[in-house]
């Protein structure tokens, strides 16, 4: 139980960092050219950026002492070589597919459109209490015309 509700906090902080971008702060900060949109360039740039907030020590590993808050256990999914940090490389293999999930037409631009529906998305995984690390990056929602 208490599990949940950390997994439930963290879920429900990344909402909230959402919704500040969707509402153009962070949106505003991450669109470093002003064309409205956020790249991939520019959200590789903002994934690096944290990382280096991050990484206290400047070793290049986010370690478990680095890892703070709600949020840190979901950032230990990104730890995907087991060895209890995160590299670089795994942070932001991490950002590139929530990247691509909120990148719903695959143009390499996230909207605000894009990231407003995501928020949408992720508020409604909480809402039904699924794993709470699909509100960090939920799986897009099936094509209403597959195959096509």
């Known amino acids: 139980m208490k599990f949940t509700r950390i997994l439930t906090a963290a879920a429900v902080a990344a909402l909230a960092t959402a919704a500040a971008i969707a509402q153009g702060g962070g ?3 991450a669109d470093t050219n002003g064309d409205g949109m956020i790249s991939k360039a520019e959200a590789t ?3 690096n ?3 280096d907030a991050m990484d206290t020590n400047k070793d ?4 478990a002492d680095e890892q703070t808050g709600p949020a840190a256990r979901l950032l230990k999914r990104a730890d995907t070589d087991g060895d209890g940090k995160i590299s670089r490389a795994e942070y932001l293999a991490q950002a590139d597919k ?3 999930r909120i990148d719903a037409n695959g143009d ?4 605000k459109d894009e990231l407003a529906a995501w ?3 992720a508020r409604k995984a909480v809402m039904q209490r699924r794993d ?3 509100a960090i990056a939920p799986a897009p929602a099936p094509s209403p015309n597959p195959g096509q």
């Open 49 to 51: 950026a944290r990382f």
């Open 119 to 121: 928020t949408d998305r």
């Open 108 to 111: 390499g631009q996230i909207t």
């Open 60 to 63: 290049g590993f986010l370690s």
């Open 45 to 47: 740039a903002q994934a």
């Open 98 to 100: 929530r990247f691509a």
């Open 132 to 134: 709470p690390a699909d």
């Open 27 to 29: 949106m505003a900060q």
